[in-house]
């Protein structure tokens, strides 16, 4: 694909992301609501390493629940995919991000490690003695996908830290279940740091690309990911990486994506690109609006719908 097309598809994401209206910044966690509504950010990474990017896509923002899919990956090479199937699911909850329900209703099996509940549960499986260990493993996931050291924002992490009760008794239901495979606390704690690391709208079309070049990092060269690995975690991504709008958005965009509260969002084109985009503010599944505009925008420019 020539590169002014890929230009002129993203100055168009850019122009009609710009022009969408309607969403609200994620307020349950206090950080969240504090991020200017109107900062946007676009970029196409290719995987041959070229970028192509618009807007505020140099700012950071907080990964959220973006992390799951790079956790997942990072829980697949460690046990392999039939074990996280075996332990965690791969079937979408047709529920909310943080439903309990949807644990209750299959016996406290998460079925989908890209919800909380199953992001939890990948956590647990993260190699290492110890918290710290864990987490020194989940930070180095994400540099390896970004390429580049990611840091944890304190203030992200503190606000979340001091108000995921929920989350936390999602770790005792997994635990009361068997889903939950180190102490639960634990579980919890190092899921909500890897929410709150930053990363610009570049680094999150790094990181899809990574997924959509198999499993290699299209700017360092590094392989992050075998590439048996990738298919299953792309998988996962259509079936649940926009929650509850899952369904909606494979019909009409037909790629691989995932979203976070933070207002970031990726599509991964496999083979081709990745389409990432930043705008806070987002719709009542938990998908920032803007950034779903931006993305289906580009991905229809470029003839990219998979079906
Ligand atoms: O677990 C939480 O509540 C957040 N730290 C992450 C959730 C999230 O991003 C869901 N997204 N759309």
Redesign the pocket.
Known sequence: MSKPRIQAAVAAGYAAAKGAKGGKNADY?PFLASVPSDLLGVCVVTTDGCIFKSGDSDHAFAI??ISKVFTLALVMETIGVEAVREKIGADPTGLP??SVLALELHQGKPLSPLV?AGAIATASLVPGSDSEARWAAILECQRRFAGHPIALSPEVNDS?QAT?FH?RAIGWLLYSAGSCFCDPLCAVDIY?RQ?STLITTVDLAVMGATLAAGGVNPLTGERVVADVHTAPILAEMMMEGL?TASGDWAYTVGLPGK????GGIVAVVPGQMAIAAFSPPLDEA??SVRGQVAVATIARELGCNLF
Do not use: R
């Open positions: 966690i959220e629940s991000f943080n909380n979340e995921n989350n909500t929410c929650y979203s976070g509260v933070g938990g998908n």
